[in-house]
């Protein structure tokens, strides 16, 4: 098996345990991002994490957490498989000699890189499970407003295929997505390089056991994350953003009106979720990618 097939295999079976630790609490930062802004004298939807829980599973019960798992499910494949190959080939392209160790600011490349490549997959795969997850939270924002209720992953294809200007319409938010996927990905494969020489006292890490890959994973996936937060808060609010009378112009407009009516705090709606998931499902994603790409040989 080649280098290309082991990394989409790899990336493939990490994808997936990523997906399946990570789905709730990306769920719950949805819906925490994309509640309306309460009128003045008005409590939100939601207190907080905990309350958006309790709220979600008393209304639709515990599969209310995995609301929106079809579409990342279906592309995980993809997406992982592109992020890992793209990142593989460029370690390859940037390695001074077969199976040299490449230096922390290589892997900032490579991760960058990757970046790029997946952005085009992430952005209508998030789209849709966007308005899978907020749709309860859209149906209750206000007088007037007109929910649509989606009866899953390929309903909302076909809605915004059909009323959103066709295929260019999957790809709304591709700019904060960009934003997000580029730099958060550097930094995300950076600190993961730097925790394994760190933890193998070198440039060796080919003998860490599976609790150091798990910290290093989990803590690179909190980098991520600590890194472009407020771009993914533009994107979410974006991407459920009513098509015939959007709030946002755009990445810029949708940053301003949330600074202005919210403060640096809006731009933050749902990171204590977003974090809560980026420790277990990046270090379950990293190991099992490891473990995986290990035993191909």
Same mark, same amino acid.
Request: with cysteine.
């Given at each position: 098996?080649?280098?290309?097939?082991?990394?989409?295999?790899?990336?493939?079976?990490?994808?997936?345990?990523?997906?399946?630790?990570?789905?709730? @609490?990306?769920?719950?930062?949805?819906?925490?991002?994309?509640?309306?802004?309460?009128?003045?004298?008005?409590?939100?939807?939601?207190?907080?994490?905990?309350?958006?829980?309790?709220?979600?599973?008393?209304?639709?019960?515990?599969?209310?957490?995995?609301?929106?798992?079809?579409?990342?499910?279906?592309?995980?494949?993809?997406?992982?498989?592109?992020?890992?190959?793209?990142?593989?080939?460029?370690?390859?392209?940037?390695?001074?000699?077969?199976?040299?160790?490449?230096?922390?600011?290589?892997?900032?490349?490579?991760?960058?890189?990757?970046?790029?490549?997946?952005?085009?997959?992430?952005?209508?795969?998030?789209?849709?499970?966007?308005?899978?997850?907020?749709?309860?939270?859209?149906?209750?924002?206000?007088?007037?407003?007109?929910?649509?209720?989606?009866?899953?992953?390929?309903?909302?294809?076909?809605?915004?295929?059909?009323?959103?200007?066709?295929?260019?319409?999957?790809?709304?938010?591709?700019?904060?997505?960009?934003?997000?996927?580029?730099?958060?990905?550097?930094?995300? @494969?950076?600190?993961?390089?730097?925790?394994?020489?760190?933890?193998?006292?070198?440039?060796?890490?080919?003998?860490?056991?599976?609790?150091?890959?798990?910290?290093?994973?989990?803590?690179?996936?909190?980098?991520?994350?600590? @890194?472009?937060?407020?771009?993914?808060?533009?994107?979410?609010?974006?991407?459920?953003?009513?098509?015939?009378?959007?709030?946002?112009?755009?990445?810029?407009?949708? @940053?301003?009106?949330?600074?202005?009516?919210?403060?640096?705090?809006?731009?933050?709606?749902?990171?204590?979720?977003?974090?809560?998931?980026?420790?277990?499902?990046?270090?379950?994603?990293?190991?099992?990618?490891?473990?995986?790409?290990?035993?191909?040989?």
């Amino acid at each position: 098996m080649g280098d290309v097939a082991k990394d989409l295999t790899a990336g493939t079976v990490g994808g997936a345990a990523q997906l399946i630790v990570g789905h709730p @609490f990306d769920t719950i930062k949805v819906k925490l991002q994309s509640q309306p802004t309460p009128l003045p004298g008005q409590a939100p939807k939601y207190a907080g994490a905990f309350d958006a829980v309790k709220q979600t599973i008393a209304a639709e019960g515990p599969k209310g957490l995995y609301k929106g798992m079809g579409a990342p499910l279906a592309t995980v494949a993809a997406f992982n498989a592109v992020l890992f190959t793209v990142r593989g080939q460029m370690e390859a392209y940037l390695r001074t000699a077969p199976g040299a160790p490449l230096t922390v600011s290589q892997q900032v490349i490579c991760g960058a890189g990757a970046g790029v490549a997946v952005s085009f997959l992430a952005c209508p795969t998030e789209l849709i499970k966007c308005r899978l997850q907020a749709q309860s939270v859209v149906a209750t924002s206000g007088p007037g407003t007109v929910a649509i209720k989606y009866g899953g992953p390929m309903d909302v294809a076909r809605h915004v295929l059909r009323s959103e200007g066709g295929a260019r319409g999957l790809f709304k938010g591709l700019v904060p997505t960009l934003a997000r996927e580029v730099p958060g990905n550097a930094a995300m @494969f950076g600190v993961y390089q730097a925790l394994k020489q760190y933890l193998a006292g070198g440039e060796d890490t080919s003998n860490l056991g599976r609790g150091s890959l798990i910290l290093a994973g989990g803590l690179a996936g909190a980098s991520f994350w600590g @890194f472009v937060y407020p771009t993914d808060v533009v994107k979410s609010v974006l991407q459920v953003d009513d098509y015939k009378n959007p709030k946002f112009s755009g990445s810029i407009d949708a @940053f301003r009106k949330i600074l202005r009516s919210e403060g640096v705090k809006g731009l933050y709606k749902g990171f204590g979720p977003a974090m809560g998931r980026s420790v277990p499902a990046n270090a379950a994603c990293f190991l099992a990618y490891e473990v995986t790409r290990s035993s191909l040989g």
